[in-house]
Structures are given as C-alpha cells and as structure tokens.
C-alpha cells in the first residue's frame, strides 16, 4: 500500500481553491507538493497561500515530476481532455473535476487511456441535493411511491435574465463545449443513480439573447449556448424523466419532482426532502434517518482509492462518460429536432 500520495494540481480555479485544495490537505496520508495555473504568478500565488513547495506556469512539467503521483484536474472543462490524458500517459492517477470532457469522444478515450494504464481514475461528484441523495436512493429502491412514473428536475436560476450582460462564464462554449448548456450535466450526475440510463431522448432549447459581448467591455460575440433548455428522456421500465433548465427565470427556483404510483417525493436544492403517500393528506417533511445521511468526502475517497484501498464504487470515469453521452444525446436532438435513441455509437 501507499504510505503518502503526493498530488499535484493543475488548475487553481475557485471551487478548487474554497473546498477541493484544502480538504485534500486535510486527507489523512494524502500531501500537495505541486501547483500548475495559467500563469507561474497565479500558481506562486495559490503556492503561497496554501504551502504548497513547487508552483509553475506548463502543466506539462506538473505531470512529469518524479515526486507527483497523483493529478488533480480542476480546470474548465474544455481542457479537461488535454490535461488528463497527459497526466495518465505519465502514469498518474486522475481525479478530474466536472464536467469529465466536452464531447463524448473526449470522454471515451480519457477513459480507455486510464483503463489502459491501469490508473485509477475519478469525477469529482456534484454538491447539489447531497444531503439527502443517498436517502432517495433508499426510499426509490424501498418501494416507498411505488413504480415512478414522472420525474421533473427544475433547474430556475435569473443568471442571463439581463439582455444587456456580458456572456457568463457557463454561457461559453469555448469554456464548457457546446454539450454543456446551463446545470444539465450536474442534475443528470444526480438523477442517473437513482433512474439509470435513457433509452432516447427529445430536447428543445432557445437563446432570448443571441449576441453578447465577450466579457465587459469586449467585442460582442454570438451565444452559442441556450438561455432555456427542456430533455425529456424515456427511461427503461416507462417512466419519464424532464430536465427543465432555464437562465432567465426571476424568482424561480431548483428542485426534483418525483411522482409514483403509491407517492410523492419533492426535493428542494436548499430545502428539506419532503413526501407523501396514497392516503396521506399532504407532503410532510422526511427527515434522513442516520446512517443514510450524504457527506462530501470525494477527496478522502480518491486518497483512498490511489492508496489501495475499498471505496465505494462512484463517480467513476464510466459514469463520466455516461453523462456525457447523455448530454451529446441531447444536443444532437436540439440540432436534428428530434428523438435521439441511446446508446449512441
């Protein structure tokens, strides 16, 4: 076994910087000796910050180091493909964060190369409804609404609801790939364990904004992302499952719906788990009994995993690429303008 897992990582944007840096710091048995940014002065700064020995300005030297065993990927997805399969063909281990790649392609070769090398290989799982997403599980596989017949994934957010706003950093396609529209991909990482994969799927979509300068004061530049976003997918046994995605929604709101046979489950992305079933008079609040309660502890796991030792089997590369394929599904569907049946070839 490995005694100490030495990391490095390559892009220091903020999410890795408020949770994934320090918690990996935090792992028992796991050290961060390297950080690579866009700039040597943006990684000498994350450097500083966090105690980190070596920083650098090439990703490529990050991955080449002797003293790296393992590669924490934490840029924007378009770079995702570039940096991971560097970091596997100098026979290191990934931990990547979503989205996994910007086309199913991409996501296919990140993982045979890592099948290939033997390296172990991980996602860093989604923040949103974790709490009681484990619970959900339970409850579905349990029998607790009976058959699901409807699922509806609300996804409301005000972010491109002004015209006259530059283009987001989710809005760039240069950024995310054209798969990747709005929460899409985050919400399927969160219904795929509980509803499995699709047999087809419809999509449609539309951009209120067409046109945006690129960054304040920029040259304006065409949004090649939609603002509103709707998949329908028919999942194996029947049931439906409709992703409702919107940028331009004031006061709206994300949840899932999940509607059965025998009842109800409505979980608020903020909120508490609520239920009810046939012969109950109204939703009620289900609290998540101990032992079921989800905690975030992708860091500890992937430590865990490098070291040789039994992790739950989660957020995997294959599960990457499922999503993936999830997400170009739906895009073919917005262009063709109609079902598209998975899985695709």
């Known amino acids: 076994m490995v005694e100490t897992v030495r990391i490095g990582i390559v892009g220091a944007g903020g999410f890795t910087r408020r949770r994934l840096l320090p918690n990996l710091q935090a792992v028992e048995g796991a050290e961060v000796v390297a950080v690579a940014?866009?700039?040597?002065?943006?990684?000498?700064?994350?450097?500083?910050?966090?105690?980190?020995?070596?920083?650098?300005?090439?990703?490529?030297?990050?991955?080449?180091?002797?003293?790296?065993?393992?590669?924490?990927?934490?840029?924007?997805?378009?770079?995702?493909?570039?940096?991971?399969?560097?970091?596997?063909?100098?026979?290191?281990?990934?931990?990547?964060?979503?989205?996994?790649?910007?086309?199913?392609?991409?996501?296919?070769?990140?993982?045979?190369?890592?099948?290939?090398?033997?390296?172990?290989?991980?996602?860093?799982?989604?923040?949103?409804?974790?709490?009681?997403?484990?619970?959900?599980?339970?409850?579905?596989?349990?029998?607790?609404?009976?058959?699901?017949?409807?699922?509806?994934?609300?996804?409301?957010v005000p972010d491109y609801a002004d015209g006259s706003a530059p283009l987001l950093r989710r809005q760039d396609h240069r950024m995310f790939g054209a798969v990747n529209p709005l929460h899409l991909g985050l919400d399927w990482d969160v219904l795929r364990p509980w509803f499995g994969d699709p047999d087809r799927v419809l999509a449609w979509g539309r951009t209120f904004t067409s046109r945006r300068t690129d960054g304040p004061g920029g040259d304006p530049i065409d949004v090649e992302m939609p603002d509103a976003l709707t998949v329908i997918a028919e999942m194996q046994g029947g049931a439906t499952v409709t992703c409702i995605q919107s940028g331009v929604t004031l006061f709206g709101e994300e949840r899932v719906e999940i509607y059965g046979e025998e009842g109800t489950l409505v979980y608020p992305r903020r909120g508490d788990l609520l239920g009810a079933?046939?012969?109950?008079?109204?939703?009620?609040?289900?609290?998540?009994?101990?032992?079921?309660?989800?905690?975030?502890?992708?860091?500890?796991?992937f430590v865990r995993l490098v070291r040789g030792e039994d992790v739950e089997e989660r957020d995997t590369f294959q599960d990457g690429v499922k999503n993936i394929e999830f997400l170009e599904a739906s895009a073919l569907s917005l262009a063709r303008g109609g079902w598209v049946e998975l899985p695709l070839p």
């Open 37 to 156: 940014n866009r700039s040597l002065e943006s990684a000498e700064r994350v450097a500083s910050e966090f105690g980190i020995p070596a920083a650098m300005g090439d990703w490529r030297e990050l991955v080449a180091r002797d003293d790296v065993d393992a590669v924490l990927v934490g840029t924007q997805p378009y770079f995702h493909h570039e940096a991971v399969m560097g970091a596997l063909e100098a026979g290191k281990h990934v931990l990547c964060q979503t989205r996994m790649a910007t086309s199913l392609r991409e996501a296919r070769e990140m993982l045979g190369k890592a099948e290939e090398m033997g390296l172990k290989a991980r996602l860093v799982p989604p923040a949103s409804y974790e709490r009681a997403r484990r619970y959900v599980k339970h409850l579905l596989d349990d029998g607790y609404i009976g058959p699901v017949r409807q699922v509806f994934a609300h996804y409301l």
């Open 277 to 301: 079933r046939r012969g109950d008079d109204a939703l009620g609040p289900l609290p998540v009994p101990e032992g079921l309660e989800e905690t975030w502890h992708a860091e500890e796991d």
